[in-house]
T-cell receptor
């Protein structure tokens, strides 16, 4: 069964500190893995997208890693800011078929991050 | 930066009534999607749409659901006979290419009474 599991479910950190969020998946065949940030009451916003051959990708203070062998990914946030408070969702795309660029997305439940001043 | 816009932001409907949720994807995007998120649960895929036809749909997307691109700008989700369990946030998304990051709208909160 295609699933995406995230941990921790929630996390509280102080402003300026770093944190790492985890994602494990069983989606197959794998196409790519995405991290989204979802502010309360808003739609998800893409942070990174990684394909099978990519191990690390950065977007500002966000750095995502991918180990396709163990089917694990992490999202590291450096020097957290109050505006980082949001739900961070790991999303894995299943490859639809040979040559297809369209894949179905499987969402994790998200990690609710709260940054305190 | 171009955005996906959804209307209305909140829709309240009596059980059994039909409801149409509207979305305006980013203008040069070719792939369109609907998702739903029941309160407190994960986002779930409903349907993807490309080249004026459904590309893929989930088990949730049964005969009560339909999608349409009535013109060059709008993308709609119709729920024919709403049920209490259809209450959720419905997100529309679009992408330029199928495997590129999807841009999400801010959702329509659907409340079925």
């Amino acid at each position: 069964k295609n699933q995406v599991e995230q941990s921790p479910q929630s996390l509280i950190i102080l402003e300026g500190k770093n944190c790492t969020l985890q994602c494990n998946y069983t989606v197959s065949p794998f196409s790519n893995l995405r991290w989204y940030k979802q502010d309360t009451g808003r739609g998800p916003v893409s942070l990174t997208i990684m394909t099978f051959s990519e191990n690390t990708k950065s977007n500002g203070r966000y750095t995502a890693t991918l180990d396709a062998d163990t089917k694990q990914s992490s999202l590291h946030i450096t020097a957290s800011q109050l505006s980082d408070s949001a739900s961070y969702i790991c999303v894995v795309s299943a490859r639809r078929g040979r040559g297809s660029t369209l894949g179905r997305l499987y969402f994790g439940r998200g990690t609710q991050l709260t940054v305190w001043p | 930066e171009p955005e996906v816009t959804q209307t209305p932001s909140h829709q309240v409907t009596q059980m059994g009534q039909e409801v149409i949720l509207r979305c305006v994807p980013i203008s040069n995007h070719l792939y369109f999607y609907w998702y739903r998120q029941i309160l407190g649960q994960k986002v779930e895929f409903l349907v993807s749409f490309y080249n004026n036809e459904i590309s893929e749909k989930s088990e949730i997307f049964d005969d009560q659901f339909s999608v349409e691109r009535p013109d060059g700008s709008n993308f709609t989700l119709k729920i024919r006979s709403t049920k209490l369990e259809d209450s959720a946030m419905y997100f529309c998304a679009s992408s330029r290419i199928g495997n590129q990051p999807q841009h999400f709208g801010d959702g329509t909160r659907l409340s079925i009474l």
